[in-house]
């Protein structure tokens, strides 16, 4: 067997409304129309499920909890535009530039949080 890519992923959130907020503001996610009372975002080729902590669907992962995720997004933008970009929603950069290693080789990272205190890290590939 070969997995060929992620389709989708989930976030469990205490506050469905201001992480939908970032992640559509702040990252530019387009918010999906919502199925069967499920809230998603999509970002690139992914889409990013958001369960409210208190009301995940079935089946569910065996321990949910909101702020335990960690994202990391890839783009072309320069880091120190998607800086200015975060800044100017009062959003603090935690750490960052720094060099780590992608799915596909070296990248540069920044790193913030989202509304429930998930890490997320926006990087480009060095290569």
Same mark, same amino acid.
């Given at each position: +067997?070969?997995? @060929?890519?992620?389709?989708?992923?989930?976030?469990?959130?205490?506050?469905?409304?201001?992480?939908?907020?970032?992640?559509?503001? $702040?990252?530019?996610?387009? =918010?999906?129309?919502?199925?069967? *009372?499920?809230?998603?975002?999509?970002?690139?080729?992914?889409?990013?499920?958001?369960?409210?902590?208190?009301? =995940?669907? !079935?089946?569910?992962?065996?321990?949910?909890?909101?702020? $335990?995720?960690?994202?990391?997004?890839?783009?072309? @933008?320069?880091?120190?535009? =998607? +800086? !200015?970009?975060?800044?100017?929603? *009062?959003? %603090?950069?935690? %750490?960052?530039?720094?060099?780590?290693?992608?799915?596909?080789?070296?990248?540069?990272?920044?790193?913030?949080? !989202?509304?429930?205190?998930?890490? $997320? %890290?926006?990087?480009?590939?060095? +290569?």
């Amino acid at each position: +067997m070969k997995i @060929e890519h992620l389709d989708h992923f989930v976030i469990a959130v205490a506050h469905v409304k201001a992480t939908s907020n970032f992640y559509s503001r $702040v990252l530019g996610a387009e =918010v999906l129309p919502r199925e069967s *009372g499920q809230h998603a975002l999509r970002i690139g080729d992914q889409k990013i499920v958001l369960h409210k902590v208190t009301k =995940v669907g !079935d089946p569910a992962a065996r321990n949910i909890a909101s702020g $335990v995720s960690e994202l990391c997004f890839i783009t072309s @933008e320069p880091l120190d535009r =998607v +800086m !200015d970009h975060i800044e100017s929603f *009062g959003i %603090e950069i935690i %750490e960052g530039p720094v060099q780590r290693i992608g799915a596909k080789g070296p990248i540069e990272s920044i790193y913030l949080y !989202d509304p429930d205190g998930n890490l $997320v %890290e926006i990087a480009n590939y060095l +290569m």
